[in-house]
């Protein structure tokens, strides 16, 4: 057999496949089917990843998020800030006036 | 401009659907194959410009794939009579002249490894050019030619 009986043989092997090989609309829906259902999956995965990513930021900002006292300068601190008196003369290092609003001494 | 994904199936699935079915000689694993050929080009459509030879990158892809499964199919060949049998049988391919043809092939095809299979049914089936061949597969022109040679003198004896 030389190359030209070859190629005649795959031609007509290719000729009888075509001709008896019916199946276009079934592989097409077949592959439409499975690409539609690889993208769902992928869609999936995407979707359940970002909720778990807003979960866990969520987690994260609440467990790391300061509370009132630490943001806000509360009534107690004014009050306290008002009833501070300032050095006297003699205090010179305003210590003893800080000691005594403090009841330290 | 580009055709649209069911224009390129309908423009090459055959070609695809006869390289992977005279290499693995069983039309159900064709099918398969040429299916994820397809269901791998719809996923990467978008990434395609118009310059890209979609008929290369499909063939490529079904290249790989059905070497990938070449251990598999070197098993089959093994049992190839009664797979070949029962792939008649379904797909109602009981004509004799037929079989006479694929029996000839089989002879051939599944006599030689794997990826001399593919080049000879890309040469002599698809009638591709040694050089579209090399870039298809990857494998010196040299290679291919030297490989398709040794196949013909074979024949010959």
Redo the contacts between chains.
């Keep these: 057999?030389?190359?030209h009986e070859?190629?005649e043989?795959?031609?007509?092997?290719?000729k009888?496949?075509?001709e008896?090989?019916k199946?276009?609309e079934d592989?097409?829906s077949?592959?439409?089917k499975?690409?539609g259902k690889?993208r769902y999956v992928w869609k999936k995965f995407v979707y359940a990843g970002s909720v778990l990513m807003v979960v866990l930021l969520g987690i994260s900002i609440w467990s790391w998020y300061p509370t009132n006292d630490q943001i806000f300068f509360t009534a107690n601190d004014y009050v306290d800030a008002l009833n501070f008196i300032g050095p006297s003369e003699e205090d010179e290092d305003g210590l003893d006036s800080y000691f005594e609003h403090y009841e330290i001494l | 401009m580009m055709d649209g994904p069911r224009q390129i199936f309908t423009k090459y699935h055959k070609d695809v659907l006869a390289i992977c079915y005279h290499y693995t000689w069983n039309l159900e694993e064709a099918e398969d194959i040429t299916q994820e050929v397809f269901v791998k080009l719809l996923a990467n459509f978008s990434s395609f410009d118009e310059e890209v030879n979609l008929k290369a990158w499909l063939y490529r892809v079904a290249i790989n794939r059905c070497l990938d499964i070449k251990r598999r199919i070197a098993t089959r060949a093994k049992h190839f009579g009664m797979l070949f049998q029962m792939a008649a049988e379904k797909t109602g391919m009981n004509d004799l002249k037929d079989v006479e043809v694929r029996n000839e092939l089989e002879k051939i095809l599944t006599k030689v490894e794997a990826k001399t299979r593919m080049v000879l049914i890309l040469k002599f089936m698809e009638e591709m050019e040694y050089s579209q061949i090399s870039e298809l597969m990857n494998i010196p022109e040299g290679t291919l030619k030297a490989r398709v040679s040794r196949v013909l003198k074979g024949m010959r004896k």
Excluded at chain 1, 9 to 14: A, C, D, E, G, R
């Design positions: 057999m030389d190359k070859l190629r043989l795959f031609s007509s092997s290719k009888e496949l075509y008896d090989w199946g276009e592989l097409w077949n592959i439409l499975k690409e690889g």
